[in-house]
């Protein structure tokens, strides 16, 4: 069974920087961030495959950074220059096969981690 455990959410000021991980226990092809702020809908903000591919919303497309760390069994989100708009709930998602399209889409992913809160405040 695979099991994903975040960790590293915070509270931190505008234009700051935090990097997010995700321990993962189990193998999986492909793995994401996603996050769900107050009264809005989970929106997908970057996945990472098993080849290294990456894709990024336009939301944080030069902002944040994933990448993963295989012996560690650990995904990493860095984020930079963090805006109040940034603040939600941050969750990290698997799926079980190698994903060609959708790759930010929320039903693509079959694991999820109980999600770490980032706060973006002054």
């Known amino acids: 069974q695979v099991q994903l455990v975040e960790s590293g959410g915070d509270l931190v000021q505008p234009g700051g920087s935090l990097r997010l991980s995700c321990k993962v226990s189990?193998?999986?092809?492909?793995q994401a961030w996603f996050r769900r702020a107050s009264g809005t809908g989970r929106e997908g903000l970057a996945y990472?495959?098993?080849?290294?591919?990456?894709l990024y919303s336009d939301s944080v497309q030069g902002r944040f950074t994933i990448s993963k760390d295989n012996a560690k069994n650990t995904l990493y989100l860095q984020m930079n220059s963090l805006k109040p708009e940034d603040t939600a709930m941050y969750y990290c998602?698997?799926?079980?096969?190698?994903?060609?399209?959708?790759?930010?889409?929320?039903?693509?992913?079959?694991?999820w981690g109980q999600g770490t809160q980032v706060t973006v405040s002054s």
């Open positions: 189990g193998s999986t092809y492909s």
């Open positions: 998602a698997a799926a079980r096969r190698r994903l060609y399209d959708m790759r930010l889409w929320s039903s693509s992913y079959d694991y």
């Open positions: 990472i495959g098993d080849d290294g591919s990456t």
